[in-house]
């Protein structure tokens, strides 16, 4: 069965400095994309960043990589020159494009909770 | 950008009431989804409507309908809302399904049913 897991709760980091958070997924499918969404205590989840699976490169925006790891099932989130905005909730998630007929639906992981310090 | 609105940020209701949870896209989205967060459980696909007036269950739809007549709104229903039912609610919606099509979600609805 398909799973996400984020194994860090809680992370804090200290303002302008990069974070890794982490991301493990498991899936016996060869296509599927991968998702980081960002949920900041005013409860809006906002798309940050998508890699797929037949991406070669790994995926950037701005201030955020994902950093792929397609044999170790990897898909971890990299945040560089944090700032206090990014203190958040973030969330991993898939989806397989074949997946019983219901290639609509998102995988989600349980989240870590980012604390940037000044 | 996209525009997901949901109408209530707060609701308080009491067991046994019927209630409307509403929301609205403006980017002409076919896909649109409503979800539970609750802590610990992360979130839940409540129900999926690809089209007007089409609809999918979803992981948890027990005690949840919902209804699309414009493809710009998704209505989420509790039919008899009981406390278990107290959650935060987010509505979202998405262009295509394709793999790499995200979902754009409202602000949330944090439901209190009492």
């Known amino acids: 069965a398909q799973k996400i897991t984020q194994t860090q709760p809680g992370m804090f980091v200290q303002e302008k400095e990069a974070v890794t958070l982490d991301c493990t997924y498991d899936?016996?499918?060869?296509?599927?994309?991968l998702f980081w969404y960002k949920q900041p205590s005013s409860g809006e989840m906002i798309f940050l960043i998508y890699q797929g699976s037949y991406d070669e490169q790994n995926a950037t925006e701005g201030r955020y990589s994902l950093n792929f790891q397609k044999a170790r099932k990897s898909a971890n989130l990299v945040i560089s020159a944090s700032q206090l905005g990014d203190s958040a909730m973030y969330f991993c998630?898939?989806?397989?494009?074949?997946?019983?007929?219901?290639?609509?639906?998102?995988?989600w992981g349980l989240g870590t909770s980012l604390a940037v310090n000044p | 950008d996209v525009k997901v609105t949901q109408s209530s940020r707060y609701l308080v209701k009491r067991t046994g009431e019927k209630v409307f949870l509403e929301c609205v896209q403006d980017?002409?989205?076919?896909?649109m989804f409503w979800y539970r967060q609750d802590p610990g459980l992360g979130l839940r696909l409540i129900y999926f409507?690809?089209?007007?007036?089409?609809?999918e269950k979803g992981d948890i739809p027990e005690g949840y309908s919902v209804s699309r007549e414009k493809k710009e709104r998704f209505s989420l229903i509790l039919e008899s809302a009981s406390t278990n039912q107290t959650s935060m609610y987010l509505c979202a919606s998405s262009l295509i399904v394709g793999p790499g099509s995200p979902l754009h979600f409202g602000n949330g609805t944090r439901l209190t049913v009492t």
């Open positions: 998630a898939m989806r397989e494009v074949y997946y019983a007929g219901n290639n609509r639906k998102l995988i």
């Open positions: 899936t016996s499918d060869q296509s599927y994309g």
């Open positions: 980017m002409d989205h076919e896909n």
């Open positions: 409507s690809y089209d007007v007036k089409m609809k």
